[in-house]
């Protein structure tokens, strides 16, 4: 049964920086729930949408008649649309002392980004909103099996309209290529493109390889750095670093690659069934997937730096996770696997070893079982979001 409506953990952050701030920002996915939030926050508010080709074009070509025919408080979606507002904002902005007057909502990190460092540094509060997360969707009811989850995903629409996902997928693929690759990208070859998507769902949560993808795909380098920053940029994919004790060799050592949404990935690999999910070869990735996303989710939901890494030596050691608090780290071992074997601990040894000041860690696994082990606490996945919480 459709579900009206899910609290988002980010109300409390978004409900301080309004009080703080007389411009709050909120950039995340297309579909992830911004307006919805702005909205359910901020019911005085006015609203304009410059998705919209009359409310944009008025935008554009006279930005006092705009901002005179929606006056704050306001709400405005894709400002980034038409950047040249922002300067105009910044000039009503500082003419009051009032907060949270004007909540922009934006969907593209590069475009977005860049128009707030030229108009809006300082006067603007910065929020992400990304998908549901497992502790949303448990909190407001919504229960499902590991393999059930991994199918269907985190998008808003998904529980609201209780829409198909395979539905929801194709079309958000489809809306995605012809409004934001087209404005932020020139790809001439939508299949190429559509067909580099694929292969890099195939590669989750593995070290990023330029060339082997470029070989795979059947593009230059180039091209292949102008996709991924697209992706990137539009909250398709994001990185993990490596973790370094030298802050330097994490900037540059080579990172994996995750999708925000696991449930387009699974769309991606043609998964159509959560028994599917169950025989995939790629299952194990898809679940380590899940799991980063929703540590990520934990950290932007709180107002904080994400600070995730992962952990990898020359020989071969490697911990899934690796989250940082000040100049101590937590890691944490990501198994899909719901029965506990000794086994899941060998990487934590390893860390630990090594790293002696690491603080206690976590085995995250499908078990129901959740105990305290000697090396790590052993976790059901759905309590990823908390243990990451922990933090402070």
């Not at 128009?115 to 949303?136: K, Y």
């Not at 060799?249 to 994996?256: N, Q």
């Not at 979001?385 to 922990?390: F, G, L, N, P």
Request: hydrophobic share 40%; glycine share 6%.
């Amino acid at each position: 049964m459709p579900i009206q409506w899910i609290p988002r953990r980010i109300e409390s952050e978004f409900a301080k920086v309004c009080s703080e701030y007389p411009v709050v920002t909120i950039t995340g996915p297309r579909q992830s729930g911004k307006t919805s939030l702005a909205r359910r926050c901020c019911p005085n508010h006015a609203y304009a949408n410059l998705e919209s080709p009359e409310v944009r074009q008025l935008a554009q070509e006279d930005p006092k008649g705009f901002l005179h025919a929606y006056p704050a408080p306001v709400i405005i979606d894709e400002v980034q649309r038409v950047p040249q507002l922002l300067s105009y904002i910044q000039i009503l902005a500082d003419a009051t002392d009032k907060h949270g007057q004007y909540i922009l909502t934006g969907s593209h990190q590069i475009d977005l980004a860049a128009a707030i460092s030229q108009s809006l540094a300082g006067r603007t509060a910065l929020l992400r909103l990304l998908p549901l997360s497992l502790i949303e969707l448990q909190q407001a009811g919504v229960q499902q099996s590991r393999d059930e989850v991994m199918y269907r995903g985190f998008m808003p629409r998904l529980y609201h309209e209780d829409i198909r996902p395979s539905t929801l997928y194709a079309e958000y693929f489809q809306n995605y290529v012809e409004r934001d690759l087209q404005q932020m990208a020139s790809v001439r070859d939508l299949l190429q493109f559509e067909k580099f998507l694929r292969v890099l769902a195939g590669r989750i949560g593995q070290v990023v390889n330029i060339s082997s993808l470029a070989s795979d795909v059947g593009v230059s380098r180039g091209t292949l750095n102008e996709w991924l920053a697209v992706l990137e940029a539009s909250f398709i994919v994001f990185r993990l670093p490596p973790w370094f004790a030298n802050a330097g060799k994490r900037a540059i050592k080579t990172p994996k690659l995750y999708f925000t949404e696991p449930g387009l990935a699974a769309w991606l690999l043609d998964i159509e069934s959560p028994k599917q999910i169950a025989r995939d070869p790629l299952m194990g990735n898809l679940f380590e997937n899940m799991i980063i996303a929703e540590a990520l989710k934990a950290s932007v939901n709180a107002g904080k730096m994400p600070n995730l890494y992962f952990y990898r030596d020359t020989r071969g050691h490697e911990v899934d996770l690796i989250v940082r608090l000040q100049r101590k780290v937590r890691p944490a071992e990501i198994k899909a696997a719901m029965t506990y074997s000794p086994e899941m601990l060998k990487g934590l040894k390893q860390f630990q070893r090594q790293c002696p000041d690491t603080l206690p860690g976590a085995v995250i696994y499908a078990g129901d079982i959740e105990t305290e082990l000697n090396e790590a606490s052993l976790l059901n996945f759905y309590n990823v979001s908390d243990w990451v919480d922990q933090r402070e």
